[in-house]
């Protein structure tokens, strides 16, 4: 959710906007590019994804990926599987309960962060006060 800030200010309504775009939801183990890549992923295939089919869809290199699925499960987002196919070593990676819920509360948190983006740009269409009177540099 948006921080909202409780100071004094806020409170008699001239920082009534303090904290509006602090988003606390944006969890930054998530927010992370690669990351984000690597649990959207696995959020479409609930089976699972090998080590090689999520490094082609995430575009990352084998230390790349190694290291954010690293982070991801060491946070308890995403289980890491490990087993042999025809004598080959196979990894598999699958969202684990917490990190589906965690991220669909993530995603949650961009849309707001979409909608207050979207609001602002509806209000900046019909600037008011100074900003009326303020020309791009």
């Not at 939801?25 to 990351?35: I, P, Q, S, T, Y």
């Not at 082609?56 to 995403?78: I, K, M, P, Y």
């Amino acid at each position: 959710m948006p921080r909202r800030s409780t100071s004094k200010r806020a409170a008699d309504g001239a920082g009534s906007r303090a904290g509006r775009f602090a988003y606390d939801g944006l969890d930054r183990v998530m927010h992370e590019k690669a990351r984000l890549g690597i649990l959207t992923c696995l959020a479409g295939n609930t089976t699972g994804l090998l080590f090689n089919e999520l490094k082609q869809l995430c575009a990352l290199t084998d230390g790349n990926l190694s290291r954010h699925v690293t982070v991801l499960s060491e946070a308890g987002l995403v289980g890491v599987w490990k087993g042999t196919d025809g004598g080959r070593s196979q990894t598999m990676y699958r969202l684990t309960p917490a990190g589906s819920r965690r991220f669909a509360e993530y995603i949650s948190e961009l849309e707001k962060v979409v909608a207050d983006a979207q609001e602002e740009v509806r209000s900046d269409a019909n600037p008011q006060g100074l900003r009326h009177r303020l020309s791009p540099t």
